[in-house]
Nanobody
Framework: QVQLVESGGGLVQAGASLRLSCAAS????????MGWFRQAPGKEREFVAY????????YYADSVKGRFTISRDNAKKTVYLQMNSLKPEDTAIYFC??????????????????WGQGTQVTVSS
């Protein structure tokens, strides 16, 4: 069982930066692939970024590529999402998610086993 707790959201102006954190509990954090998703009001949850369990691969949505960076610290059982050059369209609830090793796409929310409660990010214009 893995529990995930996000933090670091807030209200910022366009162009600013935020760093989200996701603290995980459980003894096998290093064996999980970790992802970030977001959900804006009235929209479906969408993939943002992913860091695989082996630490050899990261994936990003086209909408955030070059602006967002996902990283993980297995010793601290924490995954981060550094968000730079924020835009109003980045406004959403951001969710951290974990999945056991598998070969299926990391871009689909259904492929994850555990979810955090989310943290709100609001970007004003």
């Amino acid at each position: 069982q893995v529990q995930l707790v996000e933090s670091g959201g807030g209200l910022v102006q366009a162009g600013a930066s935020l760093r989200l954190s996701c603290a995980a509990s459980g003894p096998t954090f290093s064996s999980y692939g970790m992802g970030w998703f977001r959900q804006a009001p009235g929209k479906e949850r969408e993939f943002v970024a992913y860091f695989n369990w082996s630490g050899t691969g990261t994936y990003y949505a086209d909408s955030v590529k070059g602006r967002f960076t996902i990283s993980r610290d297995n010793a601290k059982k924490t995954v981060y999402l550094q968000m730079n050059s924020l835009k109003p369209e980045d406004t959403a609830i951001y969710f951290c998610a974990a999945r056991r090793p598998r070969t299926t796409t990391p871009r689909a929310a259904r492929e994850y086993d555990y979810w955090g409660q989310g943290t709100q990010v609001t970007v004003s214009s």
